[in-house]
């Protein structure tokens, strides 16, 4: 037992099951039930972090989800998770847990030297991070990257793969309740009776909320914490219920979608609930507000709930002796919890004239020193709070007569309650200031979140709802939760709230601010925002500065903006601005809220799409044999294709120098599975590819192919392939690799929302067949022997197809071309893929035939001036500006595209159009991608066109590009400048884009 | 993330199942058309705050387009058609004019 663990009591820990962890490699003793925090204030620790830019001593302020400073990292190695709040992370035996922010140790801290330098330069003042920004370069460099880098950045990303698993579940539910307090139960339960199917979620380890710390609330006869139990058992024993702990409402979106973020007790380290409900009830409770007075952040300052919560739920007294500073009456249940436990409490400083309700009055009657019309005017202390300096306040606010020091180790503050409105604002709920309660509130009747059919979904109950007394807020419940069945169409019994009893409260008096004396009068230790080190005098600065809007302060300040998205400074800081403009607190307005709630860990958003899942690969049927042949892969959509079959020993570039050697030479083989294939049938069909493509398809005979284009309504050009007329009079449509899904798609919305009449089916049968192309002079002889079929050119001729069998395999051939040599491209069912490239393969090893991989293939393609998608087309190039004008029909009266094509700009003679480049020094490759100008010498040269192929060419023995220059085809022979980095310019011929065999002999034979 | 219902299979489905596409009655103007006409066909869309008829393809389903009228700022889902309807249907107009958006 600790000086600090109480000797009986604390509802969420078992005395029986004590935990040994470590905190920054020290072994520390908690009991089973505490968090970090609890279990280190139990351990007398109540230093925990370092502020994230003045590197200030902070402790903890919070008890739940609002912690702001005690930020840890958890877990070793790959499991390590950085900025865990130390209040939601439940202790385990054997677990490590480190603070973060310091260097080298949390007791000693260099980087706190930059609270010494702000105060006297304001380095890291309102705005810095803009104000920098109109330093020269070289400032950053050297100056302000290396200052940030050192003091900034919160914990460390972890090293390695994270071993754990994370799921996704997709759940639906007639009524999802989010939060389980008393209001939450209250409106899963009305929900639950009414026959709903409803989901709870907690992110607590326990139904209850502010039930399980207040001891003086009654519900239906009972200790409020006693009512809670026992509706909590009664909801997890309904069929129609389930009831989740430890899991955070993390957003709400559209349509009543949710998210829910739970860490499961067993099971996946994290399970991130997918959850589609009819309607929505938000119980999330309310959060305190601190109060800011000079050195606020001072280790054992804390939120007055907070020090109820440590001594009701893990029976830790965070110190001894307790002063009490608040604007409301709620803060003296902490006075009275305090002294009730055996501490000492010193005094409760309240800035009232008067504090005559039920709970000051008892404090009194308790021997409470109740002290009125005063404030805190500043902590004092290093690493942790020595004393505080109270005064008594002028009716103008200013601290008025001479300062008392008061000795203690814990002040408990409480500025009010705002309600937890984050979710209802997250799908577009509205707000309005309640200037009673100093609260702003949900407002429905001015907008709440709608579902599909356009009836509000999503109702908010309770504390969230802005209805702080249990009786009022235990009847809001019911009947929200009732509201929703009975919009459901279930017959809700409207239940009768159970008799609630508590101490009357009387009203606050709202405190934005509480001035001090002396050196930090004017707000620089006044800390608003304590994550990202805001203080009030940087939000005044920022309203000096012009920033009035809070949207733009909030941003200048970094107000708001760190990973609690100001759950504690948000009210404090627009009242702060507010003051400052000397406007109401409802004309500056809130921020918008978004999610997540609290932060979500990364594999939560992943679940199982990591690793091999993240996105699946698409093999082809020889993706095995390429794999144990020295493919080096190339990703190209969701296939994986061998860039080259490198040999042993044989550099990359070497090995396509080799394979395009081979098809030029003797014969390639390459695996052209992936080509797109739909099969276009119907009586319609040469109409509709009339009306796709650019040229004329309908013409196109039984066993013939022919290359055709399409383009999109805007001209340009966006697929290219082979269309086949197949010997029954289908079309087979080719495509790139990465267009078929895309060009199908394409057909399919035209054939359905554009042109409906036409009779035409449209089949994907790209992963039916399988393809292999055959190139190169010996490539008749190597397939001859496989097959009865006549493969010679009278049989069958260049744009030829033909059916039949090879290798016993059903096949069809394509006489066509991609490299303009003699080339085949067999097609068969994907099963008898590897079949049928092995026989292939077999055949033609006399004959010197080698596998050849993509690259090889766009070398082999730009040697002959072909076109590639994505290569010579970047979505702004038309088949004319590629001297493709061949193929682009002139007698259609119509095609997608001929209409946009007819515009001006399209025909306008400067227009960049495809030429051929040889570089004047043969051996050297131009850049892809470079730019050509017309005077490199020029101050801002005019660009005249761009490299968009290039490569080494193996048959012509020197560099050649395909490139898109202004005039380009009337400039032959023209020598233009590539002005590439460091000064250097390369220069390049324009030629004619076919580079080899010109007049294409060595395919027609 | 919407809640669709497919007026073709009938299934109501995350909006991740769903392709958007658009401005939904446009008119095609093709070849031979006004310069005027065919930009209006190509470019201008209404982009209107409030009811809205837009394309869908349930891409991840049946497959099929259809037409949606939906509100851009509510986001109320006032009824789904199909592609071959070349107007928003009476009963989806009234659905909007209840709403006092017509
Ligand atoms: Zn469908």
Redesign the interface.
Known sequence: MTAHRLPSGGLLIDRARPVEFRFNGKPVKGFAGDTLAAALLASGRTLMGRSFKYHRPRGVVAAGVEEPNALMCVGEGPRATPNQRATMVEIAPGMSARSQNHWPSLEWDVGAVNAAIASVAPVFSAGFYYKTFLFPRIAWKHLYEPVIRQSAGLGPAPEGVDPDEYEHLHAFADVLVIGAGMAGLAAARAAAEAGARVIVAEQGPRAGGRLLSESDIEIGGMPGADWAAGEAAALAAMPNVTLLTRCQGAGLYDHGYALLDEEPKEGPSRRLWRVRAKRIVIATGAIERPLAFANNDLPGVMLAGAVRDYLALWAVAPGREIVVFANNDDAYRTALAAHLAGLTVKAVIDCRAEAAGALPEAARAAGIAVRTGMIVAKAKGGKALKSVLVAKRAADGRVAGALEEIGCDVLAMSGGWSPAVHLFSHCGGKLRWDEAQAMFRPAPERGAPTGADGEVNTFVAGAANGLLSTAEGLADALAAGARAASDLGFSAVAAEAPSATEPGMTPLQPLWFTPSVGKYAHGTKHFLDFQNDVTAADVELAAREGYESIEHAKRYTTLGMATDQGKLSNINGLATLANALAAPIPEVGTTTFRPPWTPLSLGSIAGRDAGTLFKPVRRTPMHDWHEANGADWEPVGEWRRPFTYRRAGESREASVAREVRAVREAAGMLDASTLGKLLVTGPDAGRFLDLLYTNMMSTLKPGACRYGLMCNENGFLFDDGVVARLPNGDFLCHTTTGGAERVHGWMEEWLQTEWPELKVHVANLTEQFTQIAVAGPKAREILQPLTGMDLSASALPFMGIAEGEMAGIPVRLFRISFSGELSYEIAAPAHRGRALWDAIREAGAGQGIQPYGTEALHVLRAEKGFIMIGDETDGTVTPQDLGLSWAVSKKKADFIGKRAQERPFLSHPERERLVGLETLEPGKRLPDGAYAVADPAAKTPEVIGRVTSSYLSPTLGRAIALGLVKRGPERMGEVISFPLEKGEVMQARIVDPVFYDKEGARQNV | ?????CPCCGVSG??TEFAP?GEAHLK??????E?GE?AG??FYRKNPKGPHFE?W?H?YGC???FHVAR?TV?????GAYK??ETAPPQEILDRIAA?GKA
């Open positions: 993330m919407l809640l669709i219902t995350e909006e596409g095609r103007f093709g070849p031979g058309s310069e065919f066909y190509l394309r393809r891409a497959g099929k387009w509100d509510t986001l109320e889902i006032f592609a071959t709403r």
